[in-house]
């Protein structure tokens, strides 16, 4: 199979330094009343001002402003509701991935009966109206290419997505110069995440011949850019920002695996970034999937020049990160389980995942 049964792209993509000037104008076309939701650094360096001050004539667009933690389901009904008495035509996240999950999810349900956690739960999600409009300033989470919101449920410790094909946002603007006010340390735990998905993307038992060359395209693009970005050149950050995209359209269709499952009970737990998280978790679970991907893995030693879990085990080295996992104990390890064995991301991964495989992959982690 060379293409997936379903494709679902984001509209029309914009990319190049300063194409955020663009964002109001081009939305325009779904009408005039706008909903700009960011986070604190676009304010403190001067973005959402440059954004709102070519807003074109008689477009009426407020802001608001997501306060900086991973969304959690109440962060979400907030949204709604204040998407509710905008009555806005379109909403923008102009953020990184927390910021593009919370605007996904709030536009998504804007007009939706029930709360949010009750969607979390299963319920039904019926096809949203209110276009959504992702300007990634981080590149990373690969979210303003996907369908998915993954949301936090502070009262149950749970990390988890919800989803539909209607979250797709309708215009993407892929603007490098928003990477140049990002922080070294989320440079640093995005570049990982987005690494990770473009590996398991690539190695997901979904994965067809349409998604692993995006994956193979991401998969250089982060390798050849993510420390010189991180080290302050950001000479090619546009490639690095291109490559989180493909990333994220590749994850949208060929799913995950197993390190993404064990990182999300993982990360709402011990509260640790996504990405680092996920790094910590690859070595291990490349171990346990090595039956059945080593030669994958071996082709892109030999054929890209990539060494996976050296090139990870490098960059921790060179940008000093730390598992947040080593010597700590492990706490509700059943619940842990549990969840990593219900992710959607541990269905994809390549090779079946049982308990106990899940068990000794923890006591690998937390060594």
């Not at 996920?278 to 070595?283: H, K």
Request: proline share 5%; aromatic share 4%; with cysteine.
């Amino acid at each position: 199979m060379i293409i997936p049964r379903e494709l679902l792209l984001p509209q029309q993509t914009i990319a190049g330094d300063g194409s955020i000037k663009r964002l109001i104008g081009e939305a325009m076309v779904f009408g005039v009343r706008g909903v700009v939701v960011h986070g604190r650094s676009l304010v403190a360096g001067g973005g959402l001002e440059a954004i709102m001050a070519v807003a074109p004539q008689g477009a009426e667009v407020v802001s608001y402003c997501h306060e900086g933690r991973e969304p959690t389901l109440q962060d979400v009904d907030r949204l709604r509701e204040f998407l509710v008495e905008s009555g806005c035509d379109w909403v923008a996240a102009v953020g990184g991935g927390s910021v593009v999950d919370l605007a996904k999810a709030a536009a998504g349900l804007r007009d939706a009966p029930l709360p949010t956690g009750d969607y979390q739960r299963g319920a039904k999600i019926a096809a949203s109206v209110v276009p959504l409009i992702a300007a990634p300033t981080t590149a990373g989470t690969g979210s303003e290419a996907t369908v998915v919101s993954v949301l936090t449920d502070p009262e149950r410790e749970l990390k988890q997505s919800i989803r539909h094909a209607s979250f797709m946002p309708r215009l993407v603007v892929l603007d490098a110069e928003l990477l140049h006010s990002c922080p070294r340390r989320t440079i640093a735990a995005s570049g990982l995440d987005a690494f990770v998905q473009a590996l398991e993307s690539y190695t997901s038992r979904h994965a067809n011949g349409f998604t692993r060359a995006l994956s193979e395209l991401a998969l250089v693009a982060i390798t050849e850019n993510l420390l010189a970005v991180y080290s302050g050149d950001f000479t090619n950050a546009e490639a690095l920002l291109e490559g989180s995209y493909l990333a994220g359209l590749a994850l949208s269709h060929a799913r995950l695996g197993l390190v993404h499952g064990l990182a999300h009970p993982l990360g709402s737990r011990w509260h640790a970034a996504h990405g680092l998280t996920c790094a910590v978790c690859l070595p291990p679970v490349l171990d346990f999937n090595r039956p059945v991907i080593g030669a994958a893995l071996e082709d892109l030693r030999l054929r890209l020049g990539i060494d996976v879990e050296r090139q990870v085990a490098d960059w921790m080295d060179e940008m000093k990160l730390e598992s947040p996992f080593a010597g700590e104990a492990i706490r509700d390890r059943e619940a842990i389980i549990r969840e990593t064995l219900t992710s959607g991301s541990t269905a994809a991964n390549p090779r079946a995942v049982t308990a106990e495989d899940v068990e000794v992959l923890l006591d690998n982690i937390f060594c």
